[in-house]
């Protein structure tokens, strides 16, 4: 979701570009912040140059998820 086009085309074998990209914007624009977990950007090797504008990149998510939750954020699952 955290991709710009040509990435997204690239890694989705797509021709369309990143559908999320405006829904993001939009949240962003609204004070929400995008985070994509560093890990998972190694691993399929994503550099800031492949994401979209505003998107920020942390070291863990799940460590980055701790920290949230202790701050007082409540995590939303899609099992909860």
């Known amino acids: 979701m955290t991709l710009n086009d040509?990435?997204?085309?690239?890694?989705?074998?797509?021709?369309?570009?990143?559908?999320?990209?405006?829904?993001?914007?939009?949240?962003?624009?609204?004070?929400?912040?995008?985070?994509?977990?560093?890990?998972?950007?190694?691993?399929?090797?994503w550099g800031n140059e492949d994401l979209l504008p505003g998107i920020k990149v942390n070291t863990d998510a799940m460590a980055r998820m701790s920290q949230l939750v202790q701050e007082g954020f409540v995590q939303i699952t899609e099992w909860d």
Request: include cysteine; glycine fraction near 10%; hydrophobic fraction near 40%.
């Open 6 to 45: 040509g990435s997204y085309n690239a890694e989705r074998k797509m021709a369309n570009g990143n559908p999320y990209k405006t829904l993001l914007a939009e949240l962003m624009k609204r004070g929400v912040e995008v985070e994509l977990c560093g890990a998972t950007a190694a691993v399929h090797n």
